[in-house]
């Protein structure tokens, strides 16, 4: 079992446990160690998992250690009013080669998604959010990814995968089970203007950095729609995550970062999130390591907030509000319980009418209302017909 092939925690995080209040996460949530072995996963529902791979990364070599930095800093933290029972199954140690790491990767988070158990994925280059992918192949499922980063990370189809084009694997490689690629908080001047039109061209969604900050809660749709999200923290800026050789003076703030990933944990289709490019050797007073530890609790604290409702399942507790727009009738949903907003897509597929909902916003609702078509309605609508 692949399983058996983790790396107990670093001694040093598990040590540092010994002083901490027994109210603490640290002191709340099972840890694989060298003496107590793999925690059995039974009733488990969140397990974090560090991978020790970083031969893939682009100008940012050495990342993948100092993991032990972050799970100091995320066990000294109070856990919230929490129901969900978290483990901490180490690491994924390298393998003779990158693919060697990129098939236990998979194959761990494969074990643990068809048990219902949402990984953390925490350490090493982006590009094992390739492994994450195809560890969705034998689930029977599209799947929607989410990513936050100031690139696309498409590059060019080399031979070899790195962190810097795994999207265009991704992408062209089959089996091919992506349905919609989302960015959050691309900067323009580090992707090309052929990158921007195949992103368009592809119908995938993408937002600026500026656009995302301005109003953070843009993201939760998009969040709540997804299956798969990925963070590099080189989509938050150098002042606040100086742990990257390539970090950059513009990105997201702290807090900022924070919101995000709980809109992810909060999204009860996110079934896998991951925050890469972590290099100790250059994170200032420990800075990088501390805030990651936070996105972890942020997402965990949202995770646990999850509340069961889509307008499909039952209409009950839904306001319908029905605009045409030219030809067009959209129908959309308001939940009473969050105030959260769906839209309805009818679509044709092999001349047999279909409709599915996808997740929106009030200022969706109201871009319909002036008969303009929703950008994110118009892109799925597309990609459906």
């Known amino acids: 079992m692949s399983l058996n092939l983790l790396i107990p925690v670093e001694d040093i995080a598990v040590a540092h446990t010994a002083l901490l209040s027994d109210l ?35 100008d940012n ?33 390298q393998g003779n080669d990158v693919e060697d790491t990129f098939f236990i990767t998979q194959e761990i988070i494969s074990i643990l998604i068809k048990k219902n158990i949402t990984p953390i994925i925490i350490g090493g280059s982006q590009d094992i959010t390739y492994a994450n992918y195809r560890a969705y192949d034998n689930l029977d499922q599209s799947v929607n990814l989410v990513v936050i980063d100031n690139k696309f990370d498409l590059g060019e189809l080399e031979q070899s995968i790195t ?78 995550a100086p742990a990257n050789n390539n970090a950059v003076p513009n990105g997201f703030y702290g807090d900022q970062i924070c919101s995000i990933s709980r809109y992810a944990g909060i999204s009860r289709k996110v079934s896998s999130f991951g925050i890469y490019e972590f290099n100790a050797k250059y994170d200032k007073n420990e800075q990088t390591a501390h805030l990651i530890a936070q996105m972890m609790w942020y997402f965990i604290e949202g995770y646990n907030l999850r509340i069961d409702e889509f307008p499909f399942e039952s209409k009950k507790n839904y306001k319908k509000y029905i605009v045409l ?11 009473d319980k969050s105030e959260r907003w769906w839209m309805e897509i009818t679509y044709f597929n092999n001349k047999t009418k279909n409709s599915t909902l996808i997740p929106c916003t009030y200022q969706d609702y109201l871009t319909a209302s002036n008969q303009i078509y929703p950008e994110r309605w118009l892109k799925t609508f597309r990609k459906l017909n």
């Open 24 to 58: 603490t996460f640290g002191k709340n949530i099972i840890i694989h160690t060298k003496s107590n072995g793999i925690p059995n996963l039974e009733n488990v529902q969140i397990a974090i998992l560090g991978v020790l791979e970083g031969r893939n990364a682009v």
């Open 61 to 93: 070599f050495g990342t993948g250690k100092g993991l032990e930095n972050i799970r100091k800093y995320l066990y000294q933290m109070f856990p919230g009013n929490w129901h969900s029972n978290i483990v901490d199954l180490g690491n994924i140690p």
């Open 163 to 240: 962190s810097q084009n795994f999207l265009h694997k991704i992408v062209m490689e089959k089996p091919n089970n992506l349905f919609n690629y989302s960015n959050i908080g691309f900067q323009t001047f580090f992707n090309s203007q052929e990158e921007l039109d195949l992103i368009d061209k592809l119908y995938f969604e993408a937002y600026r950095l500026g656009e995302a900050t301005n109003d953070i809660t843009i993201v939760e749709p998009v969040m709540r729609d997804a299956d798969i999200v990925s963070i590099d923290i080189n989509s938050i800026r150098y002042t606040d």
């Open 325 to 335: 727009v030219e030809e067009d009738t959209i129908n959309f949903y308001k939940s």
